[in-house]
């Protein structure tokens, strides 16, 4: 499944006099609107059960952590409000869309304490709904106000895509063998590309395609962490016999591999990968890179 670990409090954004908390909230409470207005709108699609699903899974809840990192970037680069709305709603619709196809694939009957999509709505609904919303993604970026930067945008959020799908691939086939860097390519694909692209997409729109990799290389070694942490709190769902043979969760690999003191390792590779993590955040300029700090240190506590 994607890490869905719960860490995140409702005040997580380093206010500066320049850029308050209010300015933040006010941001985030706009993109939450902008989410259901690209899916409700009737200007492209009419009503649809397509639409009621995704309506549905949207005000079921959601740390929406990628439209805070869009959100917190875009202010420390001084874009225009607008576009920062627009970034951190196509981040999240992507995020979205992937959770209801992958609540489907996994057959996970809940999301976020709720019915998911295809055991409320079925599962042909769950399929259109999320397709619905990679279309949205995409409607929700030509908003920028930036037309001349827009092919690059496009460009990166596609590849973007296309890295989680290819992340997903791997993680439906399972485990070839016991070896951590299958594991760890496959967790920086599927939870690392779309955790990197609301920053990346914020650096593309300011203008510092220089600062791309840097962003990228935090955000990768954030996820692996962050996936890591994930399956240590669902190894007794993941170790069911039923799932255990295409289950790629860290301890069972460890497991599988000899290592008597699985939980301990994987407690270690994760640090190691948060602390490649912060490091490249802390070198990331104007203080963009502080989000994603505090979401590595408040997730760390809990390995």
């Known amino acids: 499944m994607y890490a869905q670990a719960a860490f995140l ?44 699903a995704i309506a549905c899974h949207l005000r079921s809840g959601g740390q929406r952590v990628r439209a805070r990192l869009a959100i917190h970037a875009g ?65 929700a970026l030509g908003a920028v106000s930036q037309p001349a930067r827009l092919p690059a945008l496009l460009k990166l959020t596609l590849a973007r895509t296309g890295a989680a799908i290819s992340g997903q691939c791997l993680d439906l086939a399972g485990p070839k063998d016991q070896a ?15 955790l990197s692209l609301p920053t990346e997409l914020a650096l593309l729109a300011a203008d510092r395609n220089d600062c791309l990799l840097g ?14 942490v994930d399956d240590i709190d669902d190894i007794n769902i993941d170790a069911d016999p039923l799932k255990m043979a295409q289950s790629f969760n860290i301890l069972l ?25 912060a490091t490249a955040a802390a070198q990331l ?10 979401l590595v240190q408040r997730l760390a506590l809990r390995l």
């Open 9 to 52: 409090p409702d005040q997580a954004f380093i206010a500066t006099p320049a850029v308050t908390t209010a300015t933040f909230d006010a941001l985030l409470s706009a993109v939450e609107q902008n989410l259901l207005r690209c899916i409700v709108s009737q200007e492209y699609w009419p009503p649809s059960a397509a639409t009621s």
């Open 75 to 139: 202010l420390k680069l001084k874009l225009v409000h607008g576009d920062i709305i627009a970034l951190a709603t196509t981040a999240e619709l992507l995020h979205n869309a992937s959770l209801i196809h992958d609540d489907l694939q996994d057959r996970d009957a809940l999301r976020h304490g709720v019915a998911s999509v295809w055991s409320a709505f079925g599962e042909n609904t769950a399929i259109c709904a999320g397709d619905l919303m990679l279309a949205a993604a995409y409607g």
């Open 253 to 277: 690999l460890l497991q599988a591999g000899g290592k008597a003191e699985a939980r301990t390792t994987a407690v270690q590779l994760a640090q190691q990968h948060f602390e490649c993590a």
């Open 285 to 294: 300029p104007d203080g963009i890179g502080d989000l994603l700090t505090v």
């Open 180 to 194: 951590i860097a299958g594991y760890e390519a496959m967790a920086m694909a599927k939870s690392g590309a779309l």
């Open 215 to 228: 962003a990228r290389q935090a955000a990768e070694s954030f996820a692996i962490g962050y996936q890591i």
